[in-house]
């Protein structure tokens, strides 16, 4: 009588068994492996080679208004791997397909306006459906001072998000600046899917 | 003989029955085949290349004239999943054992060995560069600056960010230089205080399956 493994119950032939039908168990049991790498190989197929992730940058100056600071927006993908970036949809966001936790860095460098001592912040947030707004959950942004007010001044941030809930606005940088004329001369903004999260 | 839909896994047609021997061995090897794959894609995203050097020795001190070029060899390299040639990093090639996404991280204790001028700056600059016909060009930055209080214990202060490293990941270098405003006294980083890391995040295809 055909038996079966203990886990993945693929059949086998016992030996009292004929041997005429052994085509048809062997089948059956190929059939079963068959569909579990196969099964083994898409869930693979998420993480290997490549995770969803995106990089965007820009090289020019921009200008941060007073007094609440802005978003800011960026003219160049590094990479994207899960179609997370779309200038003509929004230049300010990173915008993951798949759910989980991401971790989400941000840098950018500064040079001064019209004063030195000014208090500064680069947070990392998510926004509400619809707008490009600031809100939303915020992570990193300790506050930082910018010191002087002319040359290159440098400052990072980096937390983790979860993402459990599409669609999402994404991720955005924000810069906050107490300085008239301070100018954002360079900024790097990568997120990366580090884990898929089960619901509660 | 008969073949399954994705795999191709070979199982005998009833009248096969004679030469079973030989198609449970193909069969098994099949499977094995497919079963190494997937163990070294499961392998492959479980351990991500990474990397993590510290100073083992003090660094410095420097006066606020100078500046300080950082390098680190296989002697300074507290962890490794991955061996070969790529056990430095520094103004030198070979540091990314293949080509992918990394991120690239740093921390650091500035520590005068004198007194302190407070409000002068202590900076890290971190590049990673490629070697070109033309010469060095910037990949990544990761610079940061801050400021020193008047208490004297040092300014722990850090970066990082991630780059995209071609296929020419030979020729890729890594750069790290400290300078500092103190005038009153010297400024070294500390035996066991400055870290750096790398991590490989992956490849830079899209990706396969959502």
Known sequence: MVAFTNSQLYPYQQGTDAPCDAPGVWCDMAAMVDADLYGLSQTLGRINPAIPTAKISRSTSLSVPLPFGALISFEAVNWDTDNMVDFDRSPFRIVPNRLGEYLVTGWVTVVGGASAGRGVSLEIVTGFAGSDGTGGFTGGGPGDTLRFATGDQFFRTATIFRVSTPPTLGFGLLLRIDDVGATVTKADFTAYWISDRTSN | ?210
């Open chain 2, 1 to 210: 003989m008969e073949f399954t839909e994705h795999f191709g896994l070979a199982c005998p047609s009833p009248t096969d029955y004679a030469a079973l021997p030989l198609y449970m061995q193909r069969l098994a090897e099949q499977i094995e085949d497919a079963v190494i794959e997937q163990q070294a894609q499961i392998s492959a995203f479980q351990r991500p290349p990474t990397s993590i050097w510290k100073n083992d020795t003090n660094l410095g001190p420097i006066s606020n004239t100078g500046f300080l070029q950082l390098t680190f060899g296989p002697a300074q390299r507290v962890f490794a999943n991955y061996g070969g040639a790529s056990q430095s990093l520094g103004p030198f090639t070979g540091t990314f054992p293949s080509a992918g996404l990394y991120h690239l991280g740093w921390a650091t204790n500035a520590r005068e060995v004198g007194a302190v001028n407070a409000d002068t700056f202590r900076q890290m600059r971190f590049w990673v560069q490629k070697q070109t016909a033309g010469g060095l060009v910037d990949v990544m930055t990761a610079h940061r600056v801050v400021y020193a209080t008047a208490a004297g214990f040092g300014e722990y202060f850090g970066a990082d960010n991630t780059v995209l490293i071609d296929d020419e990941f030979s020729q890729y270098i890594v750069r790290m230089e400290f300078t500092h405003g103190n005038t009153s006294s010297q400024v070294q980083l500390t035996i066991n205080e400055t870290f750096v890391w790398l991590t490989r995040i992956g490849s830079s295809d899209a990706i396969e399956v959502a």
